[in-house]
């Protein structure tokens, strides 16, 4: 009897192949064979779930932010100012799994400047983010408009700590990270 695939499941492994090549090597280093050879299979097994590197490659943005996503998830018996400091918090590069996620998200940045598809993707994923923070805001009781700038004001200040953090992580620890975000929390 045939052993059953989960194609999906296998998708993603293929995509966690992909990301760790990427932050070894760029998304340039990030061939067919190298993923394969990252996941233990050959290009011919890849081949059969992605047609192409750029299949690949998009799908392995989509994952990345997928699980992005999910770390937002379940907030609702938090009060808003909580759910937006928790929200806020697991988006910094503070664990192995939030740092590949913030290497595979600047990889991506750059390549998606001559990419239109990869372009339209961290486009959306952005608004969304930007989206869900301003609800948090807004959640505290503030106009839609001053929501708006708020959740831009702590989505730069995220990403700012967040680029110290992988530039000089012996100096930009969690505790240094979540301190420098409560700051600029309390600076609303």
């Given at each position: 009897?045939?052993?059953?695939?989960?194609?999906?499941?296998?998708?993603v492994?293929?995509?966690?192949?992909?990301?760790?090549?990427?932050?070894?090597?760029?998304?340039?280093?990030?061939?067919?064979?190298?993923?394969?050879?990252?996941?233990?299979?050959?290009?011919?097994?890849?081949?059969?779930?992605?047609?192409?590197?750029?299949?690949?490659?998009?799908?392995?943005?989509?994952?990345?932010?997928?699980?992005?996503?999910?770390?937002?998830?379940?907030?609702?018996?938090?009060?808003?100012?909580e759910?937006?400091?928790?929200?806020?918090?697991?988006?910094?590069?503070?664990?192995?799994?939030?740092?590949?996620?913030?290497?595979?998200?600047?990889?991506?940045?750059?390549?998606?400047?001559?990419?239109a598809d990869?372009?339209?993707?961290?486009?959306?994923?952005?608004?969304?983010?930007?989206?869900?923070?301003?609800?948090?805001?807004?959640?505290?009781?503030?106009?839609?408009?001053?929501?708006?700038?708020?959740?831009?004001?702590?989505?730069?200040?995220?990403?700012?700590?967040?680029?110290?953090?992988?530039?000089?992580?012996?100096?930009?620890?969690?505790?240094?990270?979540?301190?420098?975000?409560?700051?600029?929390?309390?600076?609303?």
């Open positions: 009897m045939p052993k059953v695939v989960d194609v999906d499941q296998r998708r492994e293929l995509a966690d192949a992909a990301a760790r090549v990427i932050a070894r090597s760029g998304i340039d280093g990030a061939s067919l064979r190298e993923v394969a050879a990252e996941a233990g299979w050959t290009t011919g097994a890849l081949v059969h779930y992605f047609a192409n590197k750029q299949e690949l490659l998009a799908f392995t943005l989509q994952t990345s932010l997928d699980r992005r996503r999910s770390r937002l998830a379940d907030r609702a018996s938090l009060t808003p100012a759910a937006l400091s928790a929200t806020l918090r697991s988006a910094l590069p503070t664990t192995a799994e939030t740092t590949l996620h913030w290497i595979v998200t600047l990889a991506f940045a750059a390549q998606a400047s001559a990419d990869l372009a339209v993707i961290q486009r959306e994923a952005y608004l969304d983010f930007r989206d869900t923070v301003s609800a948090l805001v807004a959640g505290e009781h503030s106009p839609r408009d001053a929501a708006e700038q708020e959740a831009e004001r702590l989505i730069a200040l995220i990403d700012g700590i967040a680029l110290q953090a992988l530039f000089a992580p012996d100096l930009w620890t969690e505790q240094r990270q979540l301190a420098a975000l409560d700051s600029g929390m309390r600076a609303r």
